[in-house]
């Protein structure tokens, strides 16, 4: 599958709310190892980690395709990435 640098931006700004929403939710409901969450607390607590996991995989996988088709080093186009990400959020 092709992905256009756009996209790799799309991809790295929505791995990155994910994880600012796994981290949220680490905070009000406190580190998941002591296990003080209730049922539904975890549930939501695990899916947002599994939604974040599956766009941070999403995201590296794309951008190993990128860097293949364009013949670039991948580190190169990461920091590219998180650049452009960041940017666009100021």
Known sequence: MSHTFEELVAKQRA????????RDL????????ERRMTGA???TYETALRAWR???RDLQTAVS???RQTG???PEIEA???RAAAEEED
């Open 15 to 22: 791995a990155e709310a994910a994880h600012a929403q796994v």
């Open 26 to 33: 680490r905070d009000a409901y406190g580190p998941p190892a």
């Open 41 to 43: 607390q975890s549930g």
């Open 54 to 56: 599956d766009l941070a």
């Open 65 to 67: 395709e990128y860097a």
């Open 72 to 74: 670039r080093p991948r």
């Open 80 to 82: 590219e990435v998180a």
